[in-house]
């Protein structure tokens, strides 16, 4: 009981919910002061039998427009103790099969692996996509599945701009090795090249996509990451024939040379998931290059001279 303001009575006075009726009632002259009220309390009633289940659950997952019936299906479970408790529902509806089987297996892998990766939604959303388009032209039969869904992921993450390195994928995709997956990429891109007519879009990749992720992995200043960024972005303007990733790693090699927190090649490998040779290769293209492409209030307090000089 609570108090509230009656007009009746003209004073604050103690009220009565009806929760079944929805009414607040006067306690002392019955006036309903206020009539069909909801209640936003949360409402944990279990409709269950005597299975033992007690979740107060009675809602099913999310729609999903991919699926032929949204996702909306009945699913008849088996209780040891319930009214269902010999399983002859359960199996009656396991007997006609279940044509969505199949892609639904496929959805949930795309789901584990980006969380696993902490990818947002929207990816995970384009690579179920590219999936059902896979599926629909039924070219997924006896294909490694894990391959296949990793494929799919790595990319999603090229189109949505938030590219992913092929071993960063790989350390998720269930054992899948990164020459199954690469050979997936490619009969994906063949398949939807069919299907559309023309080549997919990819998106193209720069050496600034990787740039946050790997200076967070390493715990860099910001200071440092924002001298990498502008590094990376003045490194445009020279010839530079390595792969983007390399040439992320490379100039946080070189950014950390000259900050006071060295970082060894070992930990920018670890972090960037590229080798120390590669490593070493592509800065050794980018030294001759450092005092145009270093930002000068980054370096007028150090020494380019204290960069190493790269080995023949």
Known sequence: MSDTYCSDCKRNTEVVSDHSAGDTVCSEC???LESRSIDERSEWRIFADDSGDHDPNRVGGPVNPLLADAALSTVISRGPNGSNGDGSLSRLQNRGGDPERA?????????????RLSLVATIKDRASEIYKRLEDQK????RNLDAIVAACIYIACRQEGKPRTVKEICSIANGATKKEIGRAKEFIVKQLKVEMGESMEMGTIHAGDYLRRFCSNLGMSHEEIKAVQETVKKSGDFDIRRSPISIAAAIIFMITQLSDSKKALRDISIATTVAEGTIKNAYKDLYPHAAKIIPDWYAKERDL????????
Do not use: H, Y
């Not at 949930?108 to 980006?114: D, G, L, P, R, V």
């Not at 070219?139 to 006896?142: I, L, M, V």
């Not at 001279?305 to 023949?312: E, I, Y």
């Open 139 to 142: 070219c997924t039969r006896g």
């Open 30 to 32: 019955g006036l309903v």
């Open 305 to 312: 001279k204290n960069l190493s000089s790269p080995k023949a």
């Open 103 to 115: 892609i639904v297996m496929a959805f949930k892998a795309i789901s584990n692996m980006a969380d």
